[in-house]
């Protein structure tokens, strides 16, 4: 007969929240193994005894059959001592361990609870919080680990006899589901329009959907935040959207019905594979893809741009209503233009009470925002532009631990933070621009969170180089040791953080302004080098800002400034005092050098005349690109040459007279502009290669945002056999920032290990 024999294994990797103890409890019943699991926040202790063959079955299944959202690694497997027991049981989770704490995201319906909720007869059917082990809320719901219900905001919702029958049966797979509900014992939907208040659910969702085929504006609570939701088709609805959120440009994201492909709407949008595919990941991202000839939804939704945003439902919410309106709906964040989404049923009254026509609040309260994560197909991979709900907060292994737990604050503008201890880093959900008081509670807050949660208390904080940011200042006030990271050394480094066995880096940096090492405002970089290590080899020609950080908004700033500079005619079609500005320029009254290439964007889409006054970040280089004749190869030639710091310069100059050249239509001359920066930074790089070894080329910064630059950069260098690597996980733009100040740090302190003053380090470049 065989022995008996005793085991006891440690897991780690991704096992919150995720139905592992229940897979672990049936998995030991199956194979006739007695013991326990028990949760140590963050990490699974299993004590397991049975016949040696039994436990080796077990432990591949462990592996191989495991939850499909659960990532378990085996950190150890040690033999134990056989202890007095006759049973397999789930242990109270031990709330004192906490050195490997995951916090799970959230996540979307499961296909079961998604069969529930559209069966008539089941007793969840239409109830808007289904949910079970393997779908639900996890990261927006979790006041502190380790996560079991007590520890979430669905402790104040005690369980009815039929849950908590659910709750304890090993057979029933919302056996230990912490967020499990039902319409007698779960939250409940309220709908309020003018005077009048509904507080039956059922009832509530009746009068949105009304409300909604109306051609009204419904603010409606979802996991993370607040959307403001109307008909996708209703022109009318969607410019009075617009106008009184406002939000006059900014493109909307579309809600599909989850039976688009069969629709006419597949005539509507140009998909591929992999946007499919990302589109039924199951975060259920926000992915861009572009319009085809036949788009019929309303063109109010993304005005000029060739190009729309589309989501699939994720809660059971969003399944019932787009179920039963049966068409697209236009839902975007219910927020502030640039602020972080809303998540309090009264402040949504307060700030959208003027947008909003109709709101569907529900009781379940939300612990933190989490936006929705948005994706853009660039040279056949899905993208980040965004990380929110159901891919952050993303964590990471750092290739060397931290001396002392750090936070790194990120930029000012697609704000995230990270923490780091050890030789881990977790990297926020998107926040979003710090200008106001209600950014910067959210920030303060999740800097907080991140903490509690992980149980990690920073010793240091990471920030921008710029003195002015309003992160930076909120840094300087906490005490705490500070350390300046150079935003685009940090952009650089969050790119081969991501790849952290290649080295001998030339980095393409490009995109808005960020304070440089010279006490100038970079925004075209090209750095050699590694992190902790970078050179500034060559730049963009730089060019002043006629009014400083008015140029982010007033285009034809850039433009005007950059004809002051060779003096080229051009004036734009504007009530302005060219005359008076020309004598501010001359004079350098608020007029910062830049080398930025966003704003180089800026300046071509006020010369064509496509934008002169953008309303959200980015728009002109947007435009710029959905106007692109992809047929149209020509390019302008532009000069590369050493200036008096032996840096390698892109001059722009030769792009002037050909974009003003009207014999071309606006969509080849900026296809021009586009092939034209493509073939110089080509140019650019042989003339660097010929000081030094280039192993590898990086783009980051978010110009490369910009598919068809960034798709023509691509091709040229891999047809000279030069190997390019893009942003994968995170995204290119400032959203990356408080990652790569981790990354910068970590490495500086390798190659500099008694340099403290990075803020005054000038340029390694002799």
């Known amino acids: ?50 016949l040696e063959r039994a436990i080796l079955a077990f432990e591949q299944d462990l592996l191989t059959i495991h939850p499909p959202l659960a990532q378990p690694v ?8 056989l ?31 998604l069969n529930e909720l559209l069966t008539p007869g089941n007793r969840r059917y239409r109830y808007p919080f289904i949910n079970c082990t393997q779908c639900g809320p996890r990261y927006t719901i979790i006041h502190r680990l380790p996560y079991d219900r007590p520890h979430t905001s669905m402790a104040n919702f005690p369980l009815c006899p039929d849950c908590a029958k659910e709750y304890h049966d090993p057979s029933d797979r919302r056996f230990h589901a912490q967020p499990i509900a039902c319409p007698i014992c779960g939250p409940t939907l309220s709908f309020y329009q003018a005077d009048s208040q509904l507080n039956d659910t059922d009832a509530a969702l009746t009068a949105t959907l009304a409300a909604l085929r109306q051609g009204k504006i419904v603010a409606i609570k979802g996991i993370g935040g607040y959307h403001l939701v109307c008909d996708a088709q209703n022109d009318e609805t969607v410019l009075r959207l617009r106008s009184h959120k406002p939000r006059l440009h900014k493109p909307l994201a579309v809600m599909l019905p989850m039976n688009f492909a069969e629709t006419a709407l597949m005539e509507q949008i140009s998909l591929t594979a992999a946007e499919i595919q990302q589109l039924r990941h199951p975060a259920r991202p926000i992915v861009l893809v572009k319009k085809t000839a036949h788009f019929a939804l309303s063109p109010h939704l993304a005005p000029d741009l060739n190009e729309i945003g589309v989501l699939l439902p994720y809660s059971p919410l969003h399944h019932i209503l787009l179920t039963e309106f049966a068409n697209p709906l236009m839902m975007t964040s219910a927020n502030r233009s640039g602020e972080p989404v809303l998540t309090d049923n009264q402040a949504v009254h307060e700030r959208l009470g003027q947008v909003a026509e109709a709101f569907l609040h529900h009781s379940r309260p939300i612990v933190r925002p989490a936006d929705d994560s948005v994706f853009k197909t660039i040279f056949h991979l899905p ?34 933070v990270a923490l780091a201890w050890d030789q881990r880093v977790v990297i926020s959900p998107h926040i979003g621009d710090l200008t106001s008081p209600h950014s910067l509670d959210v920030f303060t807050q999740v800097i907080e969170d991140l903490q509690q949660l992980y149980q990690v208390r920073a010793e240091k904080i990471l920030l921008d180089a710029h003195p002015q940011l309003a992160n930076t200042r909120w840094a300087r006030q906490t005490q705490l040791p500070t350390q300046a990271i150079f935003h685009h050394h940090a952009h650089a480094s969050a790119l081969v953080g991501e790849y952290p066995n290649l080295n001998q880096w030339l980095v393409f940096a490009w995109d808005g302004v960020g304070l440089g090492d010279d006490g100038t405002l970079w925004g075209g970089e090209t750095l050699y080098g590694q992190a902790g290590a970078w050179q500034r080899v060559g730049h963009l020609r730089p060019f002043k800002l006629l009014g400083g950080e008015k140029t982010g908004r007033e285009l034809w700033r850039s433009a005007l400034s950059i004809c002051f500079e060779i003096n080229h005619p051009w004036r734009p079609d504007l009530d302005i005092p060219v005359e008076l500005l020309h004598q501010a320029w001359q004079k350098n009254l608020n007029c910062p ?58 001059d722009w100059e030769n792009l002037l007279n050909p974009l003003f050249d009207e014999k071309m239509s606006i969509s080849q001359r900026s296809s021009l502009f586009h092939q034209s920066l493509a073939q110089a930074m080509v140019t650019q790089m042989l003339a660097i290669a010929q000081d030094v070894p280039i192993q590898q080329i990086g783009l980051c910064g978010g110009v490369f945002q910009n598919r068809y630059l960034t798709e023509r950069v691509v091709q040229l260098f891999e047809k000279m056999g030069k190997k390019v690597y893009l942003m994968q996980r995170l995204p290119c733009n400032d959203a990356s920032i408080s990652f790569g100040q981790v990354i910068e740090y970590i490495h500086l302190n390798l190659n500099f290990p008694n340099s403290h003053n990075y803020e005054n380090q000038v340029n390694y470049v002799n």
């Open 383 to 416: 993208r980040p532009l965004r990380l929110g709900r159901g891919h952050a907060p993303l964590e990471w292994e750092l290739p060397y631990p931290v001396a002392q737990p750090i936070v790194a604050v990120g930029a000012h503008l697609k704000n995230t």
């Open 83 to 113: 202890a007095p027991i006759n049973n397999f049981c789930i242990l109270d989770s031990d709330a004192t361990t906490f050195t490997q704490v995951h916090v799970p995201p959230d996540y979307f319906t499961c296909d079961d609870c």
């Open 593 to 650: 050098q830049t080398t930025a290439v966003g704003r180089l964007f800026d300046a071509v889409a006020a010369w064509l005349n496509v934008l002169q006054v953008a309303s959200f970040e980015g728009q002109g280089g947007a435009y710029l690109e959905a106007l692109c004749d992809v047929t149209h190869e020509a390019y302008c030639e532009l000069a590369v040459y050493r200036n008096r710091l032996n840096l390698w310069e892109i």
């Open 74 to 81: 085996i950190a150890q497997r040690i033999p134990a001592e």
């Open 1 to 50: 007969m065989s022995q008996i024999v005793a085991y006891r294994y440690l897991i780690t990797g991704q096992v919150q929240g995720v139905g592992f103890r229940p897979f672990i409890y049936r998995l030991a019943q199956h194979h006739h193994l007695i013991g326990w699991v028990q949760n140590l926040s963050g990490q699974v202790a299993i004590h397991i005894q049975g």
